[in-house]
């Protein structure tokens, strides 16, 4: 698997776990690991750091692309 697909890949589950945070947050679902009630106001951290997370990986991703795109044009000189 290239860099550029696990970036992807990465990318796109970490979008899932932030939107499934995200509404948890909103509808107010009860999370309990380990018989310990977990709080909403985790999920509204979770949501934050999973989206940043998914960001970078997207972004990651297209840095790859670009990267390659411009070894390709190096190389046709």
């Known amino acids: 698997m290239?860099?550029?697909s696990l970036n992807w890949a990465v990318g796109i589950i970490f979008s899932l776990i932030s939107i499934?945070?995200?509404i948890r947050s909103i509808?107010?679902?009860?999370?309990?690991?380990?018989?310990?009630?977990?709080?909403?106001g985790?999920?509204?951290v979770a949501f934050i750091i999973a989206g940043f997370l998914?960001?970078?990986?997207?972004k990651l991703a297209r840095d790859k692309?670009?990267?390659?795109l411009?070894?390709?044009?190096?190389?046709?000189?």
């Open 42 to 44: 985790a999920s509204v």
């Open 20 to 22: 499934l945070h995200l």
């Open 2 to 4: 290239s860099q550029k």
């Open 70 to 77: 411009e070894d390709k044009e190096k190389i046709m000189q």
């Open 65 to 68: 692309e670009i990267s390659l």
């Open 27 to 40: 509808l107010g679902w009860e999370a309990i690991i380990g018989g310990v009630q977990i709080p909403v």
């Open 54 to 58: 998914a960001y970078s990986a997207f």
